[in-house]
């Protein structure tokens, strides 16, 4: 599974709100598409989400079809420079196809953003920011082979040199 990185300015520099309008612009670029409206439908539960900083650690995930997007929020200090920033586009259109997005969140604001999430998209969902976000089943089908290429390393060992 291939892994792309993308690092956005947030607080103080844009508020919740306005990280999410520019990450979303980022994952379905066409304007008009219904990734993009359904992503734009959740932008007052996404926005508090990374007003709570949950996203500087702990990345919301694009995942389904093409290669996964892990997304981060800089917050404060590192905001308001644009040194370790990234907000270039991507090569590809991360909501072509099946795609699903997992916010991360803090343990005390997962119910309300569950049930506020469900309202509006059945692909966009929430989790505790230090839980791994699931596999989709084409990509634990591919993973082993494009991986690793049917061999498995022994970490310990690996390490030891």
Request: charged residues 30%.
């Amino acid at each position: 599974m291939s892994i792309v990185r993308r690092d956005f300015r947030a607080s103080p520099e844009r508020t919740g709100s306005e990280t999410w309008e520019a990450i979303v612009a980022l994952i379905a670029p066409d304007a008009n598409s219904a990734a993009r409206k359904e992503l734009s439908a959740v932008h007052g539960v996404a926005g508090q989400l990374i007003a709570t900083e949950s996203c500087k650690e702990f990345p919301i995930v694009v995942y389904g079809s093409g290669p996964r997007v892990r997304i981060y929020c800089l917050h404060g200090e590192d905001a308001l420079t644009e040194d370790g920033s990234n907000e270039s586009s991507l090569g590809f259109d991360a909501t072509s196809g099946d795609w699903k997005v997992s916010l991360p969140a803090e343990k005390e604001d997962i119910a309300w953003s569950k049930a506020e999430l469900a309202k509006s998209s059945n692909r966009i969902s929430v989790r505790e920011k230090s839980e791994a976000v699931e596999e989709s089943e084409d990509e634990k089908s591919a993973a082993p082979a494009a991986s690793t290429g049917g061999f498995k390393v022994n970490v310990k060992e690996f390490l030891k040199s």
